[in-house]
Each structure stands twice: as structure tokens, then as C-alpha cells.
């Protein structure tokens, strides 16, 4: 069983900055994505960013050039560092682990961008 646990989040202005955080506990294989999905207020749950473990990445449309997604694979844990926050980004965030075609989902953080 692996449990993902995510944190950071909370309330910033426009254009600020948020680092979230996320820690997966439990028999991790190599072969793994580590990744960030947000579900706005009203939408469906989106891709934010991912990464393989050989390090690729993708990015959604609306947070390339301003989000960026890494990963310590020594600690099992992964990061998102937003920047130049918009009120568009405001949601409830998760990462999400894939293994061996299973998926394990954090409990969600909340992200509000507002001034």
C-alpha cells in the first residue's frame, strides 16, 4: 500500500509564489510518475504537471512557463513550485502516484489566489 501526502497551499495574491510538496510512504518501485492535478471550483480535475522518473515532464497549457514540477526520488517526495500565481489557478490541488497501473491520490490542498 502507498500513501501520498501533500503539503503547502493557502491564500496569496496575484502574481505571488507557492511551493506545494508532496511525500509517498510505502514500497515504491522505480518505475513511478509523480505528478499534480487541480479540480477549480464548478470544473473537472485537471493535469497540472507530471514526471517520469527519468526525469520528463509535462505541463498543462495554462501553468507552462510559470509552474514547475520536480522530484526527490531519495526522499519518494515531489514538488510543485508556482509562480506568478493568477486568480485562473485558484483549486484544489493533489498529487497523485502511478505504479504499476495503480493510482494513489493525496487528500488535496487548497490554492486561492486572490487580493
Known amino acids: 500500500q502507498v500513501n501520498v501526502v501533500e503539503s503547502g497551499g493557502g491564500l496569496v495574491q496575484p502574481g505571488g509564489s507557492l511551493r506545494l510538496s508532496c511525500e509517498a510512504s510505502?514500497?515504491?518501485?522505480?518505475?513511478?510518475?509523480m505528478g499534480w492535478w487541480r479540480q477549480p471550483p464548478g470544473q473537472q480535475r485537471e493535469l497540472v504537471a507530471d514526471?517520469?522518473?527519468?526525469?520528463?515532464?509535462r505541463y498543462g497549457d495554462s501553468v507552462k512557463g510559470r509552474f514547475t514540477i520536480s522530484r526527490d526520488n531519495k526522499k519518494k517526495s515531489w514538488y510543485l513550485q508556482m509562480n506568478n500565481l493568477k486568480p485562473e489557478d485558484t483549486a484544489v490541488y493533489y498529487c497523485?502516484?502511478?505504479?504499476?497501473?495503480?493510482?494513489?491520490w493525496g487528500q488535496g490542498t487548497q490554492v486561492t489566489v486572490s487580493s
Open positions: 497523485k502516484f502511478s505504479m504499476r497501473g495503480n493510482d494513489y
Open positions: 510505502g514500497i515504491i518501485f522505480g518505475s513511478n510518475v
Open positions: 514526471i517520469y522518473g527519468g526525469g520528463t515532464t
